[in-house]
């Protein structure tokens, strides 16, 4: 089993659409988690961190279900510009920084 | 003003050559990365320097040797190049190396091909 599972997508949606990606990791000692983006043959750039509590950024909710090893990002009124690939991310240990990243999935915003 | 820098972008070679990737960041953090992104996507970490001192080293061959001659700079040099090894790398750094919620800035990444 992967340690961080995601459907790779594409998920093709309309300007204005709601959608949500979800991610499950393997680690139950797992200790932080994000998501990052990442454009077609750029960088990957940080999202947001998703919190127990979940957490809002304008139109991104995070969410994290601890007991079921699952995480989630719902993007709200998408844009064009959210095109692009959403890299789901677990740090395993509360020490060093390593980050496991899953495969990613992909979403496709058209007019 | 450039975050984290990353030479050469694009890099073509013959197999069994031998290479180097240099990376720079201006952020002033302490700690670095080296990742593998290969043809699936999935993007693995390879190294990791605090301050200078090597923290992370997961099981890659070591034709595979990161450098850090001070804490800006992390270089990765790639001994007896295979095709295997073709795949974007990328640098990134974050300010410290613990506390698992300090956000790792990522550089632009090289492109190696080894034909």
């Known amino acids: 089993r992967k340690e961080v599972e995601q459907d790779p997508g594409p998920f093709n949606v309309p300007e204005g659409a709601t959608v949500a990606f979800n991610c499950t990791y393997s680690?139950?000692?797992?200790?932080?988690f994000f998501w990052y983006r990442q454009d077609c043959r750029k960088e990957p750039k940080l999202l947001m961190s998703v919190y127990s509590s979940g957490n809002e950024d304008g139109r991104f909710t995070a969410q994290l279900n601890r007991a079921s090893q699952y995480i989630s990002l719902l993007i709200r009124d998408s844009k064009l510009s959210d095109s692009a690939t959403y890299l789901c991310?677990?740090?395993?240990?509360?020490?060093?920084?390593?980050?496991?990243f899953g495969a990613g999935t992909r979403l496709a915003v058209h007019p | 003003d450039t975050a984290v820098s990353q030479t050469p972008k694009y890099l073509v070679t013959q197999m069994g050559n031998d290479k180097s990737i240099k990376c720079e960041q201006n952020?002033?953090?302490?700690?670095m990365y080296w990742y593998k992104q290969d043809s699936k996507k999935f993007l693995k970490i390879m190294f990791s320097?605090?301050?200078?001192?090597?923290?992370i080293n997961e099981t890659v061959p070591n034709r595979f040797s990161p450098k850090s001659p001070d804490k800006a700079h992390l270089n990765l040099h790639i001994n007896s190049l295979e095709l295997g090894d073709s795949a974007v790398y990328f640098c990134?750094?974050?300010?410290?190396?613990?506390?698992?919620?300090?956000?790792?800035?990522f550089g632009p990444g090289t492109r190696l091909l080894v034909l």
């Open positions: 991310v677990v740090n395993p240990s509360g020490g060093y920084n390593k980050l496991i």
């Open positions: 320097y605090n301050n200078k001192e090597l923290i």
């Open positions: 990134a750094s974050s300010q410290g190396m613990g506390g698992g919620q300090e956000t790792q800035y």
């Open positions: 952020l002033g953090h302490d700690t």
């Open positions: 680690n139950s000692a797992s200790q932080s």
